[in-house]
């Protein structure tokens, strides 16, 4: 891929066309997903706090599957079934052995004894890895990355302040739609304060997840 040097007129990207990019960014982020249903897990198991942790491995792992797209090499995935098939049942396993661990955990972790929320421990790196590893693992965002980047790149070629731009603005997008999503399962778990029903919402939790993945490794491209 190559990257063009231009004029800052020619670069620079309207205010209403980054308006439209950033709406749409927004709207895909905040449909739920498998994404979106651990930023909340973690909001409610955690807090929105330790949430920030898993919140950047969402990033990364989003920024990463953009600058893959953007260097084309989406492209070679779409057309590749046996990659894309690995990263996809990959994904899938990932989602299932996620939603086998929720189902499993203590329901001490949500059930309240007192006043105080009684949040899970479990350490910043780990809640980072599951943010990323969940990302990465649906190769349907680098499909549409890929069908998506070339409508607001513009047809004089890839340039550095335009990256910058679309995946600055991405990163924040999906930054805030985790966190609201985390601040949302924070506030879920407040609710539990007088009722044991611990169990029952790690096996709703646990159970979606399972069902995310394989509902993933079944689904056609």
Not at 25 to 53: D, E, M, N, Q, W
Not at 65 to 70: L, M, R
Not at 171 to 183: E, K, P, R, S, T
């Amino acid at each position: 891929m190559q990257f063009l040097l231009s004029s800052p007129e020619e670069d620079c990207m309207s205010f209403e066309f980054w308006l439209i990019y950033a709406t749409t960014i927004f709207i895909v982020s905040i449909v739920p997903g498998p994404s979106t249903l651990l930023a909340l897990t973690h909001g409610i198991r955690y807090g929105a706090g330790k949430a920030l942790f898993s919140g950047l491995g969402n990033v990364v792992g989003t920024m990463l599957q953009a600058g893959v797209s953007i260097a084309g090499l989406g492209v070679l995935l779409t057309a590749c079934e046996p990659l894309f098939l690995v990263v996809k049942y990959a994904g899938a396993a990932y989602l299932v052995w996620l939603g086998i661990m929720v189902w499993r955990a203590p329901a001490e972790n949500l059930d309240i004894d007192t006043n105080v929320v009684v949040k899970a421990s479990k350490p910043a790196h780990k809640l980072f890895f599951d943010a990323f590893m969940v990302t990465l693992g649906n190769p349907k965002a680098i499909v549409f990355f890929s069908a998506l980047f070339p409508q607001f790149l513009g047809t004089d070629g890839v340039t550095v302040l335009k990256c910058t731009v679309l995946l600055t603005t991405m990163a924040v997008l999906a930054f805030v739609v985790w966190m609201i999503y985390a601040f949302g399962g924070e506030k879920i778990a407040g609710t539990f304060r007088r009722f044991s029903i611990g169990r029952f919402v790690n096996k709703v939790l646990g159970g979606t997840f399972i069902g995310a993945g394989i509902g993933l490794a079944m689904s056609r491209r």
